[in-house]
């Protein structure tokens, strides 16, 4: 499940008797851990009328096995345009607001791995043949007005669909040869902008904060970006996901090792704009930044539910703006 230790499941019934087997022994401390994040989860927030509601207290080992059964089959038989987050949403209250064992359990040890062979198993669903249902409900969803942004192809598994390429011209850029231009690098919601960054400004990544330093892991060019402006870029799932430079430039260095938590966003809700104001945005224009800007590229620490990325461009690379890098693969974000 994490590098160097036991391989990814199959089926999801071998990953369900994996988890009942990591329960019974106490692996690593799963039973201790995953008990201790029940225990102090905090009453669920929403109605129990929503469709996102789910009580974590007190839950059995059973519960969390019937969880991910129903996740996992609601994601080829239920997931669509509208509801593609639910069963994220539903899972975050198990680490929802002052739960530390809940964020342990979601972010390190044996209730991470578990967590990662389950989001592995996903991805295969969303590989197979049997995915293709979704693409049906999918288009007949986001309606021919919005598929007509996009190249029709014949789709073999959602995640193929879920890549699906933009329409050339369909995203026109103003001011595309002014260097001191910076284009959204997505369609996106932006949903933080940290401006006149110092060296020790903190910047919110997900459920952790570092400063420019920390978030480049000591890269020397971590200097060129005090006084600048980090801007956090989130794509919905059912947005075009793919990204593309946000500048022209040579990338003077590249990492494809960047790991992290799968999950662990104190409020996700929060974060999805619930009840507040967030700016959408296209490929388009953002704020202008200094002549001579030089392309820094860090892998991601963005929205990347699914896996780590497959290919980085190699320092020395160079790109015009609106170069399209890499799509972000996975399945249904749900």
């Not at 996992?72 to 739960?99: A, H, M, P, R």
């Not at 919601?189 to 330093?213: H, R, S």
């Not at 990492?255 to 009840?275: C, Q, S, T, V």
């Not at 699914?306 to 160079?318: C, D, L, S, Y």
Request: glycine share 8%; aromatic share 12%.
């Amino acid at each position: 499940m994490t590098k160097g230790q036991e391989s990814f499941s199959s089926t999801i019934d071998q990953f369900l008797e994996k988890v009942h087997h990591w329960y019974a022994e106490n692996h690593d401390g799963f039973k201790d851990q995953y008990n201790a994040a029940v225990e102090h989860a905090e009453p669920c927030p929403v109605p129990k009328n929503d469709p996102v509601y789910c009580d974590w207290r007190r839950q059995d080992i059973k519960f969390l096995c019937q969880f991910f059964r129903d996740w996992y089959d609601w994601q080829v038989y239920g997931s669509g345009v509208d509801n593609g987050l639910t069963f994220i949403e539903k899972f975050s209250w198990i680490n929802y607001g002052d739960n530390k064992p809940g964020m342990d359990f979601v972010s390190k040890g044996p209730g991470r791995e578990v967590i990662a062979d389950f989001t592995h198993l996903q991805g295969l669903q969303m590989d197979s043949a049997d995915s293709k249902e979704t693409i049906k409900r999918w288009v007949e969803q986001l309606g021919p007005k919005r598929m007509d942004d996009y190249e029709i192809e014949d789709w073999e598994n959602f995640n193929e669909f879920f890549i699906r390429k933009v329409k050339e011209g369909r995203r026109p850029i103003d001011a595309k040869d002014d260097r001191t231009v910076v284009v959204a690098p997505a369609d996106c919601v932006i949903n933080m902008i940290v401006d006149e960054l110092g060296e020790l400004t903190q910047i919110p990544v997900k459920n952790v904060t570092m400063n420019v330093d920390q978030l480049l892991d000591g890269s020397p060019y971590a200097g060129h970006f005090i006084g600048g402006t980090a801007v956090s870029c989130i794509l919905m799932p059912d947005s075009y996901h793919w990204y593309h430079t946000p500048v022209a430039g040579e990338v003077v260095e590249a990492r494809e090792d960047i790991g992290g938590a799968y999950y662990g966003i104190r409020n996700f809700p929060h974060l999805l704009d619930k009840g507040e104001r967030r700016l959408r945005v296209r490929l388009q224009r953002l704020p202008r930044l200094p002549p001579g800007v030089r392309h820094h590229q860090d892998g991601v620490r963005g929205f990347r539910w699914r896996a780590g990325w497959r290919r980085v461009r190699r320092p020395g690379t160079r790109r015009t703006q609106l170069d399209r890098v890499r799509e972000f693969p996975g399945q249904v974000q749900g």
